[in-house]
Each structure stands twice: as structure tokens, then as C-alpha cells.
């Protein structure tokens, strides 16, 4: 089959589709997400439940199905970002002769086809994700990412001209921060998948893990819940709890307060 013919049949693929071609089978969340068509994707994912294979799956997809792509794929240090490119090379060569579109460039951070896309794979600092426009970004170990939420800020423009996908995933780290925000604020489209979402990881792994770490560490890193910061009097849920816009003024009387009385400035006074 040459290339033309392969290219058609991407085309023609839906995401689980390309993931089978590429020789994984993925499991149900990772499915749900391959399938998302939204255009601002959260995923809360525990450690070792394939968080890295699915932004492999959905980087390469991209850029073999859709010429002159450009994908973005962010970390927060050089070598979390290696980790994840060297993922997505692993995927692409062993994609089967027939169904390859040959690479031009397999430099150590940038991966070319010659239908025009590229893959680029970033460290995560505003310096060096600016600048570019792009059809998908893909953040990993996005809690990991400043908590100002100023490397998403950097890579969303890139995304604006082409209408692109912009997706976060991680396991958390803490119960405060962007990718946190993100994953409950109702904008995105949120995933949660625990180790109880990965049939490969066994009973005797997680004993044996739970062992080596705290409770409160462990039932984060696998069971993705949002801890608070050791000592911490409460969680953030429960502070966000206590504001409201929905507030009644309240009516004080002159007399109490005097006429002279003027709550936007202090230096006012009172009888």
C-alpha cells in the first residue's frame, strides 16, 4: 500500500483506530479521551496508567493524520519533555512499513514528516513555547507547570488561528494550582482515571508502593486525589466555599454610623 493509500486510511480512522495501528489496545479512559472532541482537554491521570502513550497516541495522530501540521509538546523540565518525545519516536517507528509516512527529521527534539507536519518537543517556560502557532499543545505533568497558569497563557495564542487543542494532563500535585483550577472550573473538558482504570498494575505493586510512601502521598499519585499541603487548616474546597457573589448589602443606619460616614475612604469621619 503506498503512501497515498495510508495517508486515506488515517484519515478515515477515528483516534482508537490509529492507537490499534500503532499496536496498542487502549483501555476505556483512555479511550473516552482519544475520542473527546473538545477543544480544551483536563486529565487527572494516576502514575503508570499510560498518561505518556496517550499524549504520544494524540501527537502522532495529529500530525500523520492532518498535513502541515505543527504539535506542541511541553514538560516541565527538558528531560520530562525528552521522556515524552522519545515516547512519541518510539510509537512512529513502530508504526508497520505500510501504514508509515516517512520522516524527514528525527533530531532529538523535533520530529518532521514529510506531509509537512512537525512535532516539537518543548521544556515548559514561557521562553521557549513562544512564538509559535500550532494545530494541538500538549502540556504533560501539567501540575508540574508554574501555578500562575503563565505557561498555558503563552501556549493558548499559538492554538488561536488554527482553531487547535489544547490539552492538560498530569497526575495532581496538591490540591491548589492551575491544573487543578482548570480541572474543576467547568471551562474544560475533565478525565479522571485512578489505578483502578489500569488493569496492568497489580495488587502486589500497589502493596508494595504504598509502603515505600505516605498515605496521603500514595492516595494521590494513584488514586489522583487533591491533597492539601501538609498542616494545612483547610482544604481549598472549603475555602473556595466560604466566597460568594451572591451577597445582600448590608443597611446600616446614619445614626449609627454618623453622616459623615463614607466606607470607601478611611479617613472619613463619623459623629
Not at 138 to 154: F, H, K, N, T, Y
Not at 189 to 210: G, N, Q, Y
Amino acid at each position: 500500500m503506498g503512501n497515498s493509500l495510508a495517508q486515506n486510511f488515517f484519515q478515515d480512522a477515528d483516534k482508537v483506530s490509529f492507537s490499534r495501528s500503532l499496536g496498542i489496545v487502549p483501555d476505556p479512559w483512555q479511550a473516552r479521551v482519544l475520542r473527546d472532541p473538545s477543544k480544551r482537554i483536563c486529565i487527572a491521570a494516576a502514575r503508570q496508567t499510560g498518561k505518556s502513550t496517550t499524549s504520544a497516541i494524540l501527537a502522532l495522530r495529529q500530525a500523520t493524520v492532518f498535513p502541515n501540521s505543527v504539535v506542541l509538546v511541553t514538560a516541565p523540565s527538558q528531560r520530562q519533555a525528552l521522556l515524552l518525545f522519545q515516547r512519541i519516536a518510539g510509537l512512529y517507528k513502530a508504526q508497520s512499513i505500510d501504514n508509515k509516512i516517512p520522516s524527514t527529521d528525527a533530531l532529538k527534539m523535533k520530529l518532521e514528516l514529510v506531509n509537512g507536519s512537525v512535532i516539537h518537543a518543548l521544556p515548559g517556560s514561557e521562553r521557549t513555547v513562544r512564538g509559535f502557532t500550532a494545530d494541538m499543545v500538549i502540556a504533560d505533568e501539567a501540575a508540574r507547570l508554574p501555578d500562575d497558569g503563565a505557561i498555558v497563557s503563552a501556549l493558548s495564542p499559538a492554538l488561536s488561528t488554527r482553531n487547535g487543542t489544547l490539552i492538560l494532563i498530569s497526575t495532581p500535585a496538591g490540591d491548589i494550582g492551575f491544573f487543578r483550577d482548570a480541572f474543576f472550573s467547568g471551562e474544560w473538558s475533565s478525565h479522571l482515571a485512578t489505578v483502578d482504570d489500569c488493569p496492568r498494575i497489580t495488587m502486589e505493586f500497589l502493596a508494595t508502593e504504598r509502603a515505600t510512601m505516605p498515605e496521603r502521598i500514595f492516595r494521590q499519585e494513584f488514586y489522583c486525589e487533591w491533597i492539601s499541603a501538609p498542616g494545612a487548616v483547610f482544604t481549598t474546597a472549603e475555602v473556595d466555599a466560604g466566597f460568594t457573589d451572591e451577597v445582600t448589602p448590608v443597611l446600616v443606619p446614619s445614626k449609627v454610623l454618623g453622616p459623615g460616614f463614607d466606607p470607601f475612604n478611611d479617613r472619613s469621619t463619623g459623629t
